[in-house]
């Protein structure tokens, strides 16, 4: 009943930037925390970024001064705008939310199908 689609991956040269998007749908009560993750090839998935409702954000310290996580609450949406991109950046994102479901009374964690993000030196 939720669905997160995820947009704005592809292929990008070392130092250029990507936007990625993702905008969740379906009978949302309330959406908390919302972040980006990521999983490159023989790696763990790792949390790049996240969000909460009010806009604190954090952020993995090797996307730092790079990277910047935002949400725009009308449209249950969050973004990861990566600049100064570095082929290490190459990996799968996958975005999450934190939702209270209309029918639901409790709060549960979402997943997008992930996105490929690939930087060439």
């Known amino acids: 009943q939720v669905q997160l689609v995820e947009s704005g991956g592809g292929l990008v040269q070392a130092g250029g930037s990507l936007r990625l998007s993702c905008a969740a749908s379906?009978?949302?009560?309330?959406?908390?925390?919302m972040g980006w993750y990521r999983q490159a090839p023989g790696k763990q998935r790792e949390l790049v970024a996240g969000?909460?409702?009010?806009?604190?954000?954090d952020y993995a310290d090797s996307v730092k001064g790079r990277f910047t996580i935002s949400r725009d609450n009308a449209k249950n949406t969050v973004y990861l705008q990566m600049n100064s991109l570095k082929p290490e950046d190459t990996a799968v994102y996958y975005c999450?939310?934190?939702?209270?479901?209309?029918?639901?009374?409790?709060?549960?964690?979402?997943w997008g199908q992930g996105t490929q993000v690939t930087v060439s030196s």
């Open positions: 379906g009978s949302i009560f309330s959406i908390n925390t």
């Open positions: 999450n939310a934190n939702i209270r479901m209309i029918e639901i009374p409790t709060i549960r964690g979402y």
């Open positions: 969000i909460t409702s009010g806009g604190s954000t």
